[in-house]
């Protein structure tokens, strides 16, 4: 243990010597302090919260998982090419801990400066926002300043329904039985969802969404739908009823509202709405002319306050140190066995493949990767090569999700709840499973490297 | 010793560098000049930037295509997502790395005002999206684009369609906010440019530094507008459409575009002429924030006939290509104006433009003044437009109340039931949906209203006139016509007199 904190403690005097700690401080106060002043927002004091949250906290993620990456990568390479580590593995330390030390000494220096920026952050959009009127500070408190937990809508299992239509229609139609089983079965399904999906015009939709009722007493909550027409890019609104709360409350909130569709509409609604069950009873009354299609998926989500803002905040902290901490082994893996450049070369090409996964997730969506019919947007037949393009983009994607698989800045910006199993998963996911698997190469490269042969001869 | 070991030998090479500097800056204007002639490059040096964005734009060079690219991605992302409080910034990133391209400045103010605006349930909120759309635009588009039609025809359209038009359920608030944005700069609606050209007290210099510095406005062009097409009421949105295209027409070099604003003048003054008079009640309903239905309401400006026309005349004049088609809605814009005059007892006026429609169009009206106008009461008894109804049931309304006044009963009573009847037949025709968004005042509501104005001592009625009214209809020695308007339609007095906001007065 006193090896490892001897090259823990080496390691944050190199970062000092290294004048990274200097640098890091100026970026990081021109983030957190000027950013503010040049960003432009909606107007609202919500909007404002919201981009000040993103922006500085995205750019102080940016700041250190950069300087990590180049501290990790020339701390280790650089001991290597410069001799300095022939002295350090003489001594009777194992290198696994020096390798290790390396990464706890950059994980401190990174968890002080996280800690301080991520304080200045929050110390700045408190201040912000106290020089608010009352009436916009509530609304803050209610939408941003809040761990909002989601609660999704209870469908029915629809399965034993569409199994027996299945077989009715066998039976009405035996030719159906010369199809692929499976195939007809998957099309019944999909129409029986649909009959939970669509709201036709002029008819009423009801949605009960089961609520923790422990957490919202007295507390506003917040209805998020979000819907689509038939027609593509469609920008007309559609006038609907929305009737919230138990059928005989006298306190049932009804709300005409002309809604728009393809994007989330998030409002307020009051507090002790929910029934004697804990349900909170949605009702659509679709009064424009067009059928609305509300998916099962996330056509409509509650949101509720389940706790407080700072340890939402602190939790959405950890996560980043989560991801700061995993950029921090794939630089030390790679500067095991790899020159400082060419280290810093492999570690942020990683870091872009890891960033591409929205071309990954193109390539398993539209079914290859060459040309695709411009009509659905899909390939009509996929190639072999195209095959082993969507496995290996699977492969790839389901490796990558594990650590991209968190949006820690998205959900405070939004008040949504970073819960302690989320930092729990981040934290497994992201440092034990992807972290321990690089950091296993990379002690693995570590005793392999003749640490003489890497001597820097100019 | 060599050269470049002498004392002298940096002196001498500084002398260079700094020659060789001043000849490639000389080689490289006609550089730019010769490609500009020769077609080979669209881009304009970039005039009053912000030194940062100058420096961004040419230190970038190509990439800011592919930088602007990966915000528009971003952008588009985040729209689907329903995250819109980053889309004021990407617009700006976006519109500041192609300053010259007009299109990605009229795409992005229309994706702020137009598709993100209609996201939000909140009526309220939506106005904020249609600000940022028409400051991109105004403060920022027009900087750098001073001399590009599109951008003021686009800037004249979010007034004239965005905020004038009633497309938007959300229009009455657009022209409230707007009117209460206005309201102070002005006196009852209108720019007194004494002051404003000529500022002497402290308060005037702060008007005239909001509507140059906020609005980027200028007070002598507005006069130029009032005086070309007007006079207008500034707290509505046409008023500021017209000034755009006008400020278009005058700056922008595109001379095929020009068409565009000058359809956006003539297209807005009809608005004006059909509801560009303003009666504002400045109190917000108690307990409904943003609800502004019974805030103010539009009555027709009958007094921009003449400019109309002229402008009408003159655009024909002036666009030879377009003759047909402005004649067209010139015709269709004179046999209206017949029309509204007449119903609004303008008999003379309505004479009078009839002779000039016959002589100017004489295919255009082939009956007497009297059945063209019965003729086209039938035919707008089917109308659902909100603003032509109404100011049309206004008309007949006061031709009532006069007809009253002047002991003919019956008719006074006839042309109070027609009123009645074409505005149920109107609320027949629209269904619930469209109720809260185009509704009428009710009939009691317009007569209400119609005497505040018709009994006012100095623009109302003559004397004899106004007492025989008073009489007939049997008011109290004591009736205050605005306090009995304001009584009808929930208003507080003691919160704010409700105060017909003077636009152009009736002769």
């Known amino acids: ?112 400066f996280l800690a301080v920026s991520s304080a200045a952050v929050y110390g700045i959009t408190k201040w912000r926002a106290g020089k608010l009127s009352s009436e916009q500070q509530q609304l803050l408190k209610n939408e941003i300043f809040v761990a909002r937990g989601s609660a999704m809508p209870s469908y029915p299992n629809t399965d034993d329904f569409a199994e027996k239509l299945f077989k009715e229609r066998l039976e009405e139609n035996p030719s159906l039985g010369q199809l692929d089983p499976a195939e007809v079965r998957r099309q019944i399904s999909k129409q029986v969802n649909a009959m939970q999906e669509i709201v036709r015009p002029g008819y009423v939709r009801r949605w009960t969404i089961p609520i923790p009722s422990e957490y919202i007493k007295d507390q506003p909550m917040f209805l998020r739908v979000k819907f689509f027409t038939s027609r593509p890019y469609d920008t007309s609104t559609y006038d609907v009823l929305w009737e919230l709360g138990p059928v005989q409350s006298p306190q049932r909130m009804r709300r005409q509202m002309d809604i728009s569709p393809e994007a989330p509409i998030e409002f307020e609604i009051p507090p002790n709405l929910l029934d004697s069950e804990g349900n909170l009873i949605v009702e659509l009354t679709n009064g424009s002319q067009t059928p609305l299609f509300f998916s099962l998926q996330d056509g409509m989500e509650a949101l509720y306050g389940q706790g407080g803002f700072a340890w939402n905040y602190v939790r959405g902290m950890v996560v980043i140190l989560c991801w700061i901490a995993f950029i921090a082994v794939i630089g030390l893996a790679a500067s095991s066995f790899l020159s400082f450049p060419v280290a810093a070369f492999v570690s942020i090409s990683l870091l872009i493949i890891g960033f591409s996964g929205g071309t990954l997730s193109q390539v398993i969506e539209q079914g290859g990767i060459s040309g695709v019919n411009h009509e ?47 930092v729990a998963q981040a934290f497994v996911q992201i440092v034990m499973v992807m972290g321990g698997l690089f950091a296993a190469f990379g002690i693995w490269a570590f005793y392999k490297v003749e640490l003489a042969a890497a001597q820097n001869n100019q | 010793m060599n050269f470049f070991t002498r004392p002298y030998a940096r ?136 001399q590009e039609t599109l951008i003021y025809r686009e800037l004249a359209w979010h007034f004239q369609h965005k905020m004038g038009a009633n497309l938007d359920d959300a229009n009455m608030l657009y022209k409230a906010e707007w009117a209460e944005i206005w309201d102070p700069l002005l006196e009852d609606g209108v720019p007194n440019y004494a002051l404003l050209l000529d500022p002497q007290s402290p308060e005037d210099h702060s008007k005239v530094k909001a509507i140059r510095e906020t609005f980027k406005m200028d007070p002598l062009v507005m006069q130029q507008v009032d005086e070309e097409y007007g006079p207008f009421e500034w707290r509505l949105p046409e008023a500021h459409a017209i000034y755009w295209a006008y400020l278009g027409l005058k700056v922008s070099v595109r001379e095929k575009d020009m068409i565009q604003l000058r359809r956006a003048i003539f297209q807005s003054m009809q608005l004006a002429f059909m509801r560009g008079r303003m009666i504002e009640f400045p109190i917000a309903v108690p307990g409904e924030p943003g609800n502004f239905s019974k805030a103010f309401e539009y009555g027709p400006n009958l007094d921009i006939v003449k400019t109309t026309n002229r402008a009408y005349e003159e655009m024909k004049a002036e666009e030879e290509k377009y003759f047909e088609n402005i004649g067209t809605a010139h015709k269709n814009f004179l046999r209206t104006s017949i029309y509204f005059l007449y119903t609004h007892n303008r008999i003379v006026e309505a004479q009078k433009w009839y002779d000039y429609v016959r002589e100017t169009y004489p295919d255009s009206i082939t009956t007497s003044l009297e059945e063209y106008v019965f003729a086209r009461v039938e035919e707008e008894f089917g109308s659902t437009s909100q603003d032509r109804l109404k100011a049309m049931l206004m008309g007949f309304l006061e031709r009532a109340f006069i007809d009253l006044a002047m002991g003919r009963e019956q008719k006074a009573m006839g042309g109070e039931m027609l009123a009645r009847k074409m505005r149920q037949r109107y609320y027949d025709q629209i269904s619930d949906s469209q109720i809260v968004r185009i509704k009428l005042p009710t009939t009691d509501e317009m007569k209400a209203e119609l005497l505040v104005r018709l009994l006012d001592p100095e623009e109302g009625l003559n004397e004899l006139l106004a007492n025989q009214l008073r009489t007939r209809l049997q008011l109290p020695e004591d009736y205050d016509p605005k306090k009995a308007y304001a009584e009808l339609i929930g208003v507080s007095l003691e919160e704010g007199m409700p105060t017909e906001l003077d636009g152009p007065q009736v002769p």
Request: charged share 15%; net charge positive.
């Open chain 1, 376 to 422: 659905t947007g899909m390939k009509d037949q996929s190639s072999s090569l195209d095959q082993v393009a969507i496995t290996a983009s699977k492969a790839f994607l389901s490796v990558i999700n594990l650590v991209k698989d968190f949006s820690p800045i998205s959900f405070l910006s939004t008040g949504r709840s970073v819960t302690p199993g989320m």
């Open chain 2, 11 to 146: 002196y001498v090479l500084i002398c260079l560098l700094v020659m060789a500097f001043i000849c490639a800056g000389k080689m490289q204007e006609d550089m730019n000049r010769e490609r500009h002639e020769m077609g080979l490059t669209r881009l304009q040096p970039l005039e009053n930037a912000p030194p940062i964005l100058a420096f961004t734009t040419v230190a970038l060079g190509g990439f800011r295509g592919l930088i602007s690219n990966m915000l528009w991605i971003r952008a588009n992302q985040l729209q689907e997502d329903g995250k819109y409080f980053e889309m004021v910034q990407l617009a700006d990133w976006i519109t500041k790395l192609q300053p010259h391209f007009v299109s990605v400045w009229v795409n992005q103010a229309w994706n702020l005002s137009y598709n993100i605006s209609v996201k939000f349930p909140d009526h309220a909120d939506r106005w904020l999206w249609v600000q940022r759309g028409i400051e991109l635009l105004r403060d920022y588009g027009l900087q750098y684009n001073p």
């Open chain 1, 1 to 112: 243990m006193q090896g490892l904190s001897a090259i823990v403690w080496l390691t944050l005097k190199a970062a000092v010597r290294y004048r990274i700690v200097v640098v890091l401080t100026g970026l990081l106060l021109i983030s957190v302090v000027v950013l503010p002043l040049m960003i432009k927002h909606d107007g609202s004091a919500q909007g404002f919260t919201q981009i000040l949250l993103t922006y500085t906290l995205s750019t102080v993620t940016f700041l250190l998982g950069f300087a990590t990456l180049w501290l990790a990568c020339g701390s280790l390479a650089h001991e290597i090419q410069e001799s300095q580590m022939q002295l350090l593995s003489v001594k009777p330390i194992p290198r696994w801990r020096i390798w290790l030390g390396k990464w706890f000494g950059i994980i401190l220096i990174n968890a002080f």
